[in-house]
């Protein structure tokens, strides 16, 4: 019997603001470029604060939200749709742990990240964590894919 095939999927990325300001975006999509996952879709915009309720439905209402929309509205930062086998908990692997603090090295937010002191963790990237909520942010930031 042949092996099932592996199902190629998308997961949505943010180079958050902290990012884009910091001149980092090209030293993450080279993470991710040398991986080996295929950049489908790629901008640089701004935010507003719609966009940002739907993509970050499940977090309205939390402590952090308010600060998390603020930053997130600080500039402007650069949507990413990636593509590949199992990509969406291989960008997370890549991205490492919410608090860049104690991510681990090797991650982009251990490596490139920390704590600023800020009321929100700013941590450079955002990817989704389930091919659902790909699908939704895909859809939410490209809603021509
Ligand atoms: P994730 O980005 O690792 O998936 P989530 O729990 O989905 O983490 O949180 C979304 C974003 O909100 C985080 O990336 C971080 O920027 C911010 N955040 C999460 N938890 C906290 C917190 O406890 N305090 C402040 N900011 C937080
Ligand atoms: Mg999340």
Same mark, same amino acid.
């Given at each position: 019997?042949? &092996?099932?095939?592996?199902?190629?999927? %998308?997961?949505?990325?943010?180079? #958050?603001?902290?990012?884009?300001? +910091?001149?980092?975006?090209?030293?993450?999509?080279?993470?991710?470029?040398? #991986?080996?996952? +295929?950049?489908?879709?790629?901008?640089? +915009?701004?935010?507003? %604060?719609?966009?940002? $309720?739907? =993509?970050? $439905?499940? =977090?309205?209402?939390?402590?952090?939200? &308010?600060?998390?929309?603020?930053?997130?509205?600080?500039?402007?930062?650069?949507?990413?749709?990636?593509?590949?086998?199992?990509? !969406?908990?291989?960008?997370?692997?890549?991205?490492?742990? /919410?608090?860049? /603090?104690?991510? $681990?090295?090797?991650? !982009? +937010?251990?490596?490139?990240? %920390?704590?600023?002191?800020?009321?929100?963790?700013?941590?450079?990237? =955002?990817?989704?964590?389930?091919?659902?909520? $790909?699908? %939704?942010?895909?859809?939410?930031?490209?809603?021509?894919?």
């Amino acid at each position: 019997m042949s &092996e099932p095939e592996q199902v190629v999927e %998308r997961t949505l990325v943010l180079l #958050k603001p902290d990012a884009v300001a +910091r001149g980092l975006t090209g030293e993450v999509l080279r993470r991710v470029e040398a #991986k080996g996952y +295929r950049i489908v879709a790629l901008v640089q +915009r701004s935010a507003d %604060r719609e966009l940002l $309720a739907a =993509h970050y $439905a499940e =977090h309205v209402g939390k402590p952090f939200y &308010e600060p998390l929309v603020e930053f997130m509205l600080s500039g402007p930062l650069v949507a990413v749709v990636l593509e590949g086998q199992r990509v !969406v908990e291989g960008f997370r692997s890549l991205a490492g742990a /919410t608090d860049p /603090t104690t991510a $681990a090295p090797g991650t !982009v +937010r251990g490596d490139l990240g %920390r704590d600023w002191g800020a009321k929100v963790i700013q941590n450079l990237v =955002h990817g989704s964590d389930s091919t659902e909520s $790909a699908a %939704r942010e895909i859809g939410t930031w490209f809603p021509e894919l």
